[in-house]
């Protein structure tokens, strides 16, 4: 069971990136996923969440409208579009899984977690 | 928004220590909290959910409580691998982090 992030960098400030995860070792249509954050220096926190069918998509309301959520079920791979970055973005992104296995929309913990990719925005 | 609000921020004890660290929640969410653990450059580790329900493979020292609006985590004899940051997380109503408790060595 593995989750791996990849798309960090380096970008100035008002453009864009987007963030990969790549999933293996289990079942990626029947889970819901999340990426949450950490700024340096600083604690956790939960940036966006799409569902198992990608049908329900959610955002903390600090990357709202600027931020997409989406998966990519022949690719096993969770995204994390950023639009309009600003320097309070810089941070390690995570992507977690969440433990919920009902294939239903609950709210649940995260139990995977990857290892992060690191965005840095700096002009 | 639901705010969750950890107790320490900073915790210093020595090995062999009971350790207890609390979280409250600006509201209730009945027992859908989690504890994490988090070591320098890491990603955060589930240890805890549904309040009180180890995750599976973490050691039995590690114990939860509490439900509605107050919770804790202890370790009931301090390890040295267990110096690290703990965070607490509801699952209530969207997700909610607490700010993060370092356990440092005294």
């Known amino acids: 069971v593995q989750l791996v992030e990849s798309g960090g960098g380096v970008v100035q400030p008002g453009r864009s990136l987007r963030l990969s995860c790549a999933a293996s070792?289990?079942?990626?249509?029947?889970?819901?996923f999340h990426w949450v954050r950490q700024a340096p220096g600083k604690g956790l926190e939960w940036v966006a969440v799409i569902s198992y069918d990608g049908a329900n998509k959610y955002y903390a309301g600090s990357v709202k409208g600027r931020f997409t959520i989406s998966r990519d079920t022949s690719k096993n791979t969770l995204y994390l579009r950023m639009n309009s970055l600003r320097t309070e973005d810089a941070a390690v992104y995570y992507c977690?899984?969440?433990?919920?296995?009902?294939?239903?929309?609950?709210?649940?913990?995260?139990?995977?977690w990857g290892k992060g990719t690191t965005v840095t925005v700096s002009s | 928004d639901i705010q969750m609000t950890q107790s320490p921020s900073t915790l210093s004890a020595s090995v062999g220590d009971r350790v207890t660290i609390t979280c409250r929640a600006s509201q209730s969410i009945n027992t859908w909290l989690a504890w994490y653990q988090q070591k320098p450059g890491k990603a955060p580790k589930l240890l805890i959910y549904?309040?009180?329900s180890l995750e599976s493979g973490v050691p039995s020292r590690f114990s939860g409580g509490g439900s509605g609006t107050e919770f804790t985590l202890t370790i009931s004899s301090l390890q040295p691998d267990d110096f690290a940051t703990y965070y607490c997380q509801q699952y209530n109503s969207y997700w909610t982090f607490g700010q993060g408790t370092k356990v440092e060595i005294k």
């Open positions: 549904k309040a009180s």
């Open positions: 977690a899984r969440d433990a919920d296995t009902t294939m239903a929309w609950n709210y649940c913990y995260m139990d995977v």
């Open positions: 070792g289990f079942t990626f249509n029947n889970y819901t």
